[in-house]
């Protein structure tokens, strides 16, 4: 059995790439919830990975100590290896290698926008936090997708769901929560993201939490 240490489905935005994947995949797991910043998150996030953050899948199938793989990139990989038949990548191995890429991308840039634009699925901030640096992320984005959907034909960015959808999914959200303008191509994706059946049910299970991270909370704290 699969288990996913996650944080709060409100803010994080790396443990939703993770679940994600899972949830579209129809891939059985326990989902193991850790609120962030708490007493209990410290004191537990060490038994399951040094590193001290999440996502964490936990994989017992072998029998004995679980299997842990850690980041959500590693995590991602793991499962289209481990379930082949799911297709998380694209079959193509160009596209598959393109679909590689532009995670890569994710997971390592858009640095303007992810700061200014802390992930918060429960708020409603249109308008806060705009600047060049965020348009010039969001310029890219908007290319990258057009690009895809256009050579694949959408809803999604390989037509049907990958790892890439997935990756993206947290900015979708702040598309959202921020109000961002994108020309008409893009928000047929990004509604196609936000209707996926894992996405609702991430963001409800949002508004039902009630733990409150100030950190994440920048525009609300200072009113």
């Given amino acids: 059995m699969l288990k996913l240490v996650i944080g709060n489905k409100t803010y994080s935005s ?13 891939i059985p797991f326990e989902e193991i919830p850790l609120p962030l910043s708490t007493p209990t998150f410290a004191t537990e996030i060490g038994r399951y ?23 959500t990139l ?3 990989e793991y499962l ?13 191995p160009r596209q598959r290698a393109r679909a590689r890429s532009i995670c890569a991308e994710m997971h390592s840039g858009f640095g303007a926008l992810r700061n200014a634009w802390p992930m918060n699925v429960t708020a409603t901030l249109v308008g806060h936090g705009w600047s060049i640096g965020v348009q010039n992320d969001l310029d890219r984005l908007c290319a990258m997708w057009t690009e895809l959907l256009d050579a694949h034909g959408g809803p ?35 509604d196609a ?18 733990a409150f991270v100030l950190d994440d909370e920048p525009y609300r704290r200072a009113r």
């Fill in 14 to 26: 790396w443990s939703l790439r993770a679940w994600l994947v899972l949830v579209e995949a129809d």
């Fill in 49 to 71: 990975t040094p590193t001290g953050r999440v996502p964490v899948l936990l994989d017992d199938a072998g029998g004995g100590e679980p299997f842990v793989v850690w980041d």
């Fill in 74 to 76: 590693a995590i991602a």
């Fill in 80 to 92: 289209a290896e481990r379930f082949p038949d799911k297709k998380l990548w694209p079959l193509d």
């Fill in 156 to 190: 999604l960015l390989f037509g049907s769901f990958t790892i890439a959808d997935a990756f993206f999914a947290p900015v979708i959200s702040r598309l959202a929560t921020y109000g961002a303008k994108v020309p008409e191509r893009v928000a047929t994706y990004r």
């Fill in 193 to 210: 993201v936000l209707e996926l059946a894992g996405m609702r049910r991430w963001i409800a299970d949002a508004h039902k939490e009630t």
